[in-house]
């Protein structure tokens, strides 16, 4: 099944001295992609917080294979990762758009909270079944191109 693609062009400012997009920038290129893949499967986050639900960040694991450049437009893969009693996960792959170059992958791992107390919560049933359906196929770009 084809992965949630998330497109976006690198910007001037998150290029380093190098000339590439510098590596802490990728944290932000996770969470925006993973924001737009939320959308995309519950149809906004306001839709988690109406229900009393929020979730947090617990781990980021990130690994560079290859550099992008200032204006490249860089697609976010984005698939569901492992379900727990409360976390979840999400796998990235980065590559240029649209020769594919692969270009850096990512875990991040959030953890399900109540929203008024930011206390751990189970997953509740019908949020893990849409957790993993994810948004297959879907493309969301952002890059203009």
């Not at 000339?19 to 920038?25: C, D, E, S, T, W």
Request: proline content about 6%; glycine content about 8%; overall charge neutral.
């Amino acid at each position: 099944m084809p992965p949630f693609r998330y497109r976006f062009r690198v910007r001037y400012g998150e290029c380093d001295a190098q000339g590439v997009a510098f590596n802490a920038r990728y944290a932000d290129f996770v969470d925006i992609a993973t924001n737009e893949y939320i959308r995309a499967v519950f149809g906004s986050y306001q839709n988690l917080l109406a229900q009393g639900l929020d979730f947090q960040v617990v781990g980021l694991n990130l690994n560079w294979k290859a550099p992008a450049r200032f204006d490249d437009v860089v697609e976010a893969r984005i698939e569901p990762g492992h379900l727990g009693n409360s976390s979840f996960a999400f796998h990235l792959a980065f590559h240029r758009h649209p020769d594919g170059q692969f270009l850096a992958d990512a875990t991040i791992t959030y953890v399900m909270v109540q929203a008024a107390t930011l206390e751990k919560t189970p997953l509740p049933p019908a949020i893990r079944q849409r957790l993993q359906d994810g948004a297959p196929g879907k493309t969301v770009s952002h890059a203009g191109e």
